[in-house]
C-alpha cells in the first residue's frame, strides 16, 4: 500500500524536472558568474575601477532578487515553462547587447539589467517547479536540481575565459547568447507544473494545498528566514566578484585565478549534493543553521590569505569550503519552504524570500570594491561577511524555531 502512493506522490516525470532544472541554471548562473572572466577585459576597455565593474555583478544580482518574487507569482499564474523559456531568450538578447557595449554604462543596463530580468524569470520558477513533485525524497531532488548552479560555475567561467582568449571579449559574449538560446530554451521546455501544483487552475477546481503567499510573508517562520537571507547574502557574493582580483593581487596567474571559481563550483556541487541527501535523514531545518555556521567560518580562511597564509593553497580551500557551504544553503531553502509552507504559493514565497539576498548581492560586491579602492586591502569587507553570517545563522536557528504558518483568516 506505501509503495503505490509515494510511486503517486513521487512520479518519473518529475526526475525529468529535475535534470532541466539542472540544467537551466547551469546556463543561467553560469552566465552570470561568468562575470568574473569578463572583470579585467572590462576594466581594461573601459578603463573603470573595480567598483564600476563589480556594480555590474551587484545590479545583476539585485534585479533577478527583487525581481525574482514576480517570476515566481507569474509562474503560479501561466506555468512554469512559459515564464522560463521567455527568460531565456532576454539573457540572449542581453549578451548579445552586451557585446556592442561602447561604455560600462551600457554593459551595465544589459549584463547587469536586461540580463538580471531574465535570470529572475528562469531561476524561482524552476526551481520551485521542482519541490511540488516530491515528498519522501525532496531534499535530494532539491539538491540535485541546485547543483545546476554549481555545475555552470565550475564549467562557464573557464569557457568563457577561453573564450576570450579566442576571440575577445566582444565574441566571447556572442558565443554565450548562442549556448543560451539554444542549450537554456531545450531545458526549459521541459519544465512542466507537477499534477498537485496544477490544482485550482480552473473554475470550481480543488485548491492546491498549502499556505497562501500573504498569511506565509507575514509568518514568524518567514520573517527569519528573510532576515538569514539578508545577512546572509554578502558572504555568497563577495567572492564571486572579488575572489579572482583578490588571487591576482597575491600574484596567482589569471587562468588560476579565474579557476578559483570553478572551485566555488565543485564546492557547490558537492554541498548540493550531499546537504540535500543528508538532510533528508538528519533533518533540513538543523542543516541549513549548520551551513549557514559553515558559511562564515570559511570568510576566515581567506582573511587569513589576504593577511600571509600561503596564497592559493589557502584561497583553493577557501573556494571549496565556501562552496559547499552556499551550494547546501542554496539547495536546503527550496525544500524548506515546501516543508514550511506547501505547494500553494512555493514559487511566489521563495521569489519574495530571495529578494532578502538582494541589497547583499548589490552592496556587499559593490562596497568591497570601494573598500579595496580606497584601502589597498579586503581584509575589513571580509571581517565583516564573517560577522554577518554568524548573525545569519542566529537567525536561521530562530526560523527553525518559529511556530509553523497557518492560512487561518486574520
Known sequence: MLRPMQQEQ????????????????????????????????????????????????????????????????????????????????????????????????????????????????????????????????????????????????????????????????????????????????????????????????????????????????ASARFRWLYVMCLLGAPSMFVPFAHLSASARDLGVADAQAVGLVGLIGIGSLTGRFAVGALADRLGRGPALVGVMGSLGASMLLWLAATLGAPGYAALAVFALWMGLSYGGSVSLMPALCMDFFGARAVASIIGTLYTGAALGNLAGPWLAGRVFDASGSYAVVIGGCAVLSALATFAASRAVRAPAATAAPA
Do not use: H, N
Open 10 to 217: 513521487e512520479p518519473r516525470y518529475g526526475w525529468v524536472v529535475v535534470w532541466a532544472c539542472f540544467t537551466a541554471l547551469a546556463v543561467i548562473f553560469g552566465i552570470a558568474y561568468s562575470f568574473a572572466a569578463f572583470f579585467e577585459p572590462f576594466v581594461a576597455e573601459f578603463g573603470a575601477t573595480r567598483a564600476d565593474v563589480s556594480l555590474v555583478f551587484g545590479v545583476t544580482g539585485l534585479v533577478y532578487f527583487v525581481l525574482g518574487a514576480f517570476g515566481g507569482m507569474l509562474s503560479d499564474r501561466f506555468g512554469p515553462r512559459i515564464v522560463t523559456s521567455a527568460g531565456m531568450l532576454l539573457i540572449a538578447v542581453a549578451l548579445l547587447a552586451g557585446s556592442r557595449a561602447g561604455s560600462m554604462v551600457q554593459v551595465t543596463l544589459a549584463y547587469g539589467v536586461v540580463l538580471g530580468v531574465g535570470v529572475a524569470l528562469v531561476y524561482t520558477p524552476s526551481i520551485g517547479c521542482v519541490q511540488p513533485w516530491f515528498t519522501r525524497r525532496r531534499g535530494l531532488a532539491a539538491g540535485i536540481a541546485s547543483a545546476g548552479i554549481g555545475a555552470g560555475t565550475l564549467l562557464v567561467p573557464l569557457v568563457a575565459t577561453a573564450a576570450i582568449t579566442q576571440w575577445q571579449w566582444r565574441g566571447a559574449m556572442t558565443a554565450l547568447a548562442v549556448f543560451v538560446a539554444a542549450v537554456g530554451l531545450a531545458a526549459t521546455l521541459l519544465l512542466k507544473p507537477a499534477p498537485s501544483a496544477r490544482r485550482g487552475r480552473g473554475p470550481g477546481a480543488a485548491a492546491v494545498p498549502g499556505v497562501p503567499l500573504g498569511p506565509a510573508l
